[in-house]
Each structure stands twice: as structure tokens, then as C-alpha cells.
């Protein structure tokens, strides 16, 4: 049974940064495309990162640059670490497999104050 915990998200003034958090088990994260996505209100889930059992990375064109996804095996944990923030970063974020599969977390609300 797969349970995603994510955390760190908050309350940060536009060009501030924050790292989300988000614990993984029942899979290993060091042989799985793992990713963040987003949901902002109104709007449908979107990707944000995708971190490959490689090392490779790959963004959204909206975060390219300014996130940076990551991952620590011996916690079985992966990162998104979100530096100049806008206010249409503002959403809740989740982590799941990449492509995502049919489980999600609770998410870690993300608001950016203009």
C-alpha cells in the first residue's frame, strides 16, 4: 500500500521560496519516476517536475528555472524546492508517481501573496 505525506507548504510574499516535503512508502523512490503536480482552484491537476530514476529532471515551462525537484533514498524522500514565487504558483501540491497513479495524498497547501 503506497502513502504519500507532503508538507512545507505556506504562506510566502511573491519572489520568496519555500521546499515541500514528501514522504514516501511502500515504493522506493529510487527506482520510480516520481513527480510533483499542482491544482490551483478552478483548474484541473496539472505536472509540475519529474525526477527519473536517472537523476534526469524535467519541468513544466512555467517552473523551469526557478523549481528544482530532488530526492533523498535513504528517507525514501523527494523534494521540490520553489525559489522566486509567483502568485500563480498558488495551489495545493502533491507528489505521486510519474505518470501518476491512482493514489494521492493529502497535499501541501501553497498560497504566494502578491
Known amino acids: 500500500q503506497v502513502q504519500l505525506v507532503e508538507s512545507g507548504g505556506g504562506l510566502v510574499e511573491t519572489g520568496g521560496s519555500l521546499r515541500l516535503s514528501c514522504l514516501v512508502s511502500g515504493i522506493s523512490v529510487s527506482i520510480n519516476f516520481m513527480g510533483w503536480y499542482r491544482q490551483a482552484p478552478g483548474k484541473q491537476r496539472e505536472l509540475v517536475a519529474v525526477?527519473?530514476?536517472?537523476?534526469?529532471?524535467n519541468y513544466a515551462e512555467s517552473v523551469n528555472g526557478r523549481f528544482t525537484i530532488a530526492r533523498d533514498n535513504a528517507k525514501n524522500t523527494i523534494y521540490l524546492k520553489m525559489n522566486s514565487l509567483k502568485s500563480e504558483d498558488t495551489a495545493v501540491y502533491y507528489c505521486?508517481?510519474?505518470?501518476?497513479?491512482?493514489?494521492w495524498g493529502q497535499g501541501t497547501q501553497v498560497t504566494v501573496s502578491s
Open positions: 525526477l527519473r530514476t536517472s537523476g534526469g529532471t
Open positions: 505521486n508517481q510519474f505518470p501518476a497513479q491512482d493514489y
